[in-house]
Every structure is written in structure tokens, then in C-alpha cells.
T-cell receptor, first 111, second 116 residues
Framework: DAKTTQPPSMDCAEGRAANLPCNHS???????VYWYRQIHSQGPQYIIH?????ETNEMASLIITEDRKSSTLILPHATLRDTAVYYC????????????WGLGTSLAVNP | NAGVMQNPRHLVRRRGQEARLRCSPM?????VYWYRQLPEEGLKFMVY????????ESGMPKERFSAEFPKEGPSILRIQQVVRGDSAAYFC??????????????FGAGTRLSVL
């Protein structure tokens, strides 16, 4: 599975959009991009995933570049409850189901 | 997280004792994954089980650690003769059989093991 690179930390003002980048330059054609987050002292929570098209759900939007070497998770109106560590994970759709976690981006949403 | 139940939430053991961590999947979920998270680190995969079968245990230490997911009842992660280095948060995640390809895993709140 391809390796991902994320900034260790970011800040965002409450009510503004939070844009979290992820580099995955070695991604292959059948690998998806997944985003999870982990609020302090809780278990991780699935946010969104995509292959090559941009995706949107009730939590966030995922923008994947045309060459698929990077992506951005967008929280359109960040709240204090969005303060968490955000993990970008690249995984193929094969039989290997385990998620390989990096250190993620620690997002602090400030009032 | 409310659907996947892990207990206990906190577990304290002395060195040499056994730790048993339980994970009850969400209704209809038959696939279980166990992960370990050391302080200030990301999660590390340990084992992937389906009902009564271990599918992938490549992340599980060869000694002292075992996992099962019986036909009835919760999945159990068992650590024998615990050492201080076993102190960590242990998370389980579950998926439905017909959603495994989506790789959307639902996590429990974790068990925090402290070894004295």
C-alpha cells in the first residue's frame, strides 16, 4: 500500500473551512484514499473515501488531484468538536483489509 | 462508536498477569480487526478475524498474544504474562461481510491497558 505524508499539525478558526492535505505520490491505480479521524480518548471514526472523483458526504468533502498524487479533506465549517487527529490512508481494494496508520494531522479548531 | 462495544474501558494488571479484552461487534457485523495504539503513536494493526477464523495475524506478536472470534459471543484479545510494554490502548473495529470491500471500519472506544 502506498505511503502517505501529512503535516503534523494545523490550526483553523471556528466556522471557517479546514483544508487538510495529504500526499500519496506512489499511489497505484486500484488504491483508494480513506480519511479517518480520532478525537482525543476515543476510537477512530470513518469520514470519507474516494478513488479518483471528488466525493462529498454529510461530514466532509474529498478533493483528489487529477494525477491522484495528493488529496485534500475539507471540513466546510469547522466546529470545536472537529478538533482531532485526521488520518489519510491509502488502501487497495484487494484482500488486504488492514488499515496502515501514520501519525496523521492534529487539527486544532480555535474559538 | 456507540455500536461497537469494548470492555473493559480501562484495565489495570500487574506484570505477569493475564489481560482479556472483549469486543462485541455491531449487529450484523462478522469481521473484526484489532489495533494497538501506543502513546503519541498511530494505530498498529494486530489481527483480522471472521467468525471462528483468523484471516490475518501478521501484526500480532508471536508470543503471549492470541485472539479469537467464536461463533457465539464477543471477540477476545488475550495477553498472557503482561509486561509494561503492553501498556497501550487497544481498539477493535468491525465491518459487515458485504461491506468488507468498502474498507469502512467501525471502531469501539477502546480498552486502555495499564501494566504496573
Amino acid at each position: 500500500d502506498a505511503k502517505t505524508t501529512q503535516p503534523p499539525s494545523m490550526d483553523c478558526a471556528e466556522g471557517r473551512a479546514a483544508n487538510l492535505p495529504c500526499n500519496h505520490s506512489t499511489i497505484s491505480g486500484n488504491e483508494y484514499v480513506y480519511w479517518y479521524r480520532q478525537i482525543h480518548s476515543q476510537g477512530p471514526q470513518y469520514i470519507i473515501h474516494g478513488l479518483k472523483n471528488n466525493e462529498t458526504n454529510e461530514m466532509a468533502s474529498l478533493i483528489i488531484t487529477e494525477d491522484r498524487k495528493s488529496s485534500t479533506l475539507i471540513l466546510p465549517h469547522a466546529t470545536l468538536r472537529d478538533t482531532a487527529v485526521y488520518y489519510c490512508i491509502v488502501l487497495n481494494a484487494g484482500n488486504n483489509r488492514k488499515l496502515i496508520w501514520g501519525l496523521g494531522t492534529s487539527l486544532a479548531v480555535n474559538p | 462508536n456507540a455500536g461497537v462495544m469494548q470492555n473493559p474501558r480501562h484495565l489495570v494488571r500487574r506484570r505477569g498477569q493475564e489481560a482479556r479484552l472483549r469486543c462485541s461487534p455491531m449487529k450484523g457485523h462478522s469481521h473484526v480487526y484489532w489495533y494497538r495504539q501506543l502513546p503519541e503513536e498511530g494505530l498498529k494493526f494486530m489481527v483480522y478475524l471472521q467468525k471462528e477464523n483468523i484471516i490475518d495475524e501478521s501484526g500480532m506478536p508471536k508470543e503471549r498474544f492470541s485472539a479469537e472470534f467464536p461463533k457465539e459471543g464477543p471477540s477476545i484479545l488475550r495477553i498472557q504474562q503482561v509486561v509494561r510494554g503492553d501498556s497501550a490502548a487497544y481498539f477493535c473495529a468491525t465491518t459487515k461481510a458485504n461491506e468488507v470491500a468498502k474498507n469502512i471500519q467501525y471502531f469501539g472506544a477502546g480498552t486502555r491497558l495499564s501494566v504496573l
